[in-house]
Structures are given as structure tokens and as C-alpha cells.
């Protein structure tokens, strides 16, 4: 069974650190690229970060670069985002995502299987 389990959400006061896992499973994890997108009430879908399937490259939004880093360990099958000096703005449902896979059990995802989130507030 294919699966994305993110976690680590939270409370945090405004200047703390999270860090966020994604849990992959029924896929192999090393062979796909992955990204953490995150989506604030009555906002778009933002593509927060993305790293390649070896790890070697990385992308930020604007919004976090400096702030946040992506890894993954393929041995443990698990995407993370670190999260640090955040801000009431990046309050928000964060989700993980594997962009390219598209198809699991007969069905198609044009955008990529994606996990159910995770929630982070950021507030004092």
C-alpha cells in the first residue's frame, strides 16, 4: 500500500524550530524526487521545497529560503523539513509530495501522490 504519513506538526511561538518527517511506503522511495507544500487557510497551494531522489539538490520558496531545509534519508524512506525562525506567516497545512508518482493501483494522480498533512501554528 502506498502511503505518505507526514508528522511532527504543532504549536510553536514565533522565532521556534519544527521539524516536519514524511513516512513513505509501497513505493520506491529512492527512485523519486520529493516536495512539502503547504497551504494556509484561505490561501493558495504553496510549493514550499524540493530535493531530488538522491538528495543532491534542493529548491526553496522565497518565503523560507534561509529558514528551511529539506533532506531525506532513503534508508529510513523519509522526506523532512526542518523548520526554523518561523513566523505567524507560515502557519499552515503541510503536506508531502512525490511529483512524479502518478500512478498507484489503476489510479491517476496528475499531481503526484500526496500525504494528508500536517498542521503548524505558529503564534505566541
Known amino acids: 500500500q502506498v502511503q505518505l504519513v507526514e508528522s511532527g506538526g504543532g504549536l510553536v511561538q514565533p522565532g521556534g524550530s519544527l521539524r516536519l518527517s514524511c513516512a513513505a511506503s509501497g513505493f520506491t522511495f529512492s527512485s523519486y524526487a520529493m516536495r512539502w507544500y503547504r497551504q494556509a487557510p484561505g490561501k493558495e497551494c504553496e510549493l514550499v521545497a524540493d530535493?531530488?531522489?538522491?538528495?543532491?539538490?534542493?529548491n526553496y520558496a522565497d518565503s523560507v529560503k534561509g529558514r528551511f531545509i529539506i533532506s531525506r534519508d532513503n534508508a529510513k524512506n523519509t522526506v523532512y523539513l526542518q523548520m526554523n525562525s518561523l513566523i505567524p506567516e507560515d502557519t499552515a497545512s503541510y503536506y508531502c509530495n512525490a511529483p512524479h508518482l502518478l500512478y498507484v493501483k489503476g489510479d491517476y494522480y496528475p499531481r503526484g501522490f500526496w500525504g494528508q498533512g500536517t498542521t503548524v501554528t505558529v503564534s505566541s
Open positions: 530535493i531530488t531522489n538522491t538528495g543532491d539538490g534542493t
